[in-house]
């Protein structure tokens, strides 16, 4: 059995871990467990969010949560310019300068030689678009990640479009080209993977060489040209085969994809912003018409790493009240706000917000309906039966 903190203290794996680290929001699965059995996941020391730049801030982050046995550390998409407060955690809109675009390949360890297979086709697809240099992959421990270096985009670009439009564009773009090879793979070796464009503002990625949260491997890094030779073996915590080469780069190398991937989807979420609304929303029975029932069709779900409740936007876009509700809901559920808080928010939402963002009058009286019923789950309900109602929603 390996012994965790002999293995994160180790030089190398400071380095590389840290190296990863750097302006992102940390977050720490931990063999210590909550009272439900569940794996603690540790994303704050008091009311900072975790940060390390360093080899020797890493370590004294790793010796400060050593009574919780830290054990898997992950790294948001985002890389922030300022970490000092929840509220710069969360400021997504305003306080995330760049964002390392990733391809998260949902496989199992049996059907690894598929999963990279899968991987080799979205490097394939980047190499036609000129996107090599600045490609690099990690295997995980279940499967394999795909990433784009963050600077690989250029900041003039980003600019231009927003950070997360151009992101998630770029993943949803390149996803979409190579659904139907992914389909003739898992055909092919009998397995059942999934690429999923995983770009949403909470995401957070295993740091290179960091342990997997359960399995005792290593999380090691690959370059594409690494993809012929790979064996799971490199990933044995004792002696991982691990390729340093992922920090390489060719700045503005993906500005050419990036441009069309943003000119065909069209931004975060916006081009399925209707099918979505409808999906969750629209079959739902009037609310009140049986106040004592649980509304499950109405596909509200529980955000782990919620964002901030100040400045949304939401002009335009409905779902974007949508993700603000579970996002309210979620901060009550986490313990953030108060319950007086969350119905403050929803009454303020509800009454004036949805008003004056441009929707339909079809979808404001659907999202009215919708922050109705979170008022009335808080006035109703415990904040672990309101936990329970988003979870179940989620694995659904």
Same mark, same amino acid.
């Given at each position: ?39 603690? !996941? ?83 697809? &980047?190499?036609?678009? @000129? ?26 670009? !980003?600019?231009?479009? #927003? ?26 070796? #009998? ?33 594409? @040209? ?66 004592? @029932? ?16 100040? #400045?949304?936007?939401?002009? !335009? ?11 309210? &809901?979620?901060?009550?559920?986490? @313990? ?17 917000? !949805? ?14 309906? &919708? ?26």
């Amino acid at each position: 059995m390996i012994n965790e903190f002999s293995y994160l203290t180790r030089q190398e794996v400071l380095r590389e871990m840290s190296s990863f680290l750097a302006g992102r929001w940390i977050a720490v699965h931990c063999k210590r467990k909550m009272k439900d059995g569940r794996p603690l !996941l540790v994303r704050y020391w008091k009311t900072v969010p975790l940060k390390a730049s360093s080899p020797a801030e890493l370590l004294a982050l790793i010796d400060r949560l050593r009574p919780l046995q830290p054990r898997a550390f992950y790294g948001t998409a985002n890389i922030y310019s300022r970490l000092e407060t929840r509220e710069d955690a969360l400021n997504y809109e305003e306080n995330v300068t760049k964002r390392t675009v990733t391809w998260d390949i949902d496989s199992t360890p049996e059907h690894w030689r598929a999963t990279v297979e899968v991987a080799r086709t979205i490097v394939d697809f &980047l190499e036609k678009w @000129g996107v090599s240099q600045s490609v690099w992959l990690k295997w995980s421990g279940r499967g394999m990640h795909v990433h784009i270096h963050e600077n690989a985009v250029s900041q003039s670009l !980003l600019d231009k479009h #927003g950070v997360m439009d151009v992101t998630w564009s770029l993943a949803q773009f390149v996803l979409e080209n190579i659904k139907e090879k992914v389909a003739q793979i898992n055909t092919m070796y #009998g397995s059942k993977i999934k690429v999923e464009n995983l770009m949403d503002p909470q995401r957070v990625f295993t740091a290179p060489l960091s342990l997997h949260r359960s399995l005792d491997v290593a999380c090691i890094a690959l370059k594409p @040209g690494d993809l012929d030779s790979f064996r799971p073996e490199w990933t044995n915590p004792d002696n991982p085969v691990h390729n340093r080469d992922w920090r390489i780069f060719v700045e503005g190398e993906a500005d050419t994809l990036a441009e069309e991937a943003v000119k065909r989807i069209g931004g975060y979420l916006k081009r399925s912003i209707k099918q979505q609304l409808v999906a969750e929303t629209v079959t739902a029975p009037p609310v009140f018409e049986n106040p004592s @029932g649980l509304p499950l069709e109405i596909k509200l779900r529980f955000n782990e790493f919620p964002g901030s409740l100040k #400045g949304r936007k939401l002009y !335009l876009d409905p779902m974007k009240a949508v993700r603000l509700l579970e996002d309210i &809901l979620s901060h009550y559920v986490l @313990g953030n706000i108060s319950r007086e808080e969350a119905i403050s928010f929803l009454e303020a939402t509800r009454k004036v917000t !949805l008003k004056a963002q441009g929707y339909s009058q079809r979808d404001v009286e659907i999202l009215e309906k &919708l922050y109705e019923q979170a008022i009335y789950w808080l006035r109703s309900y415990s904040k672990e039966e309101i936990e329970r109602i988003l979870k179940n929603h989620k694995s659904s």
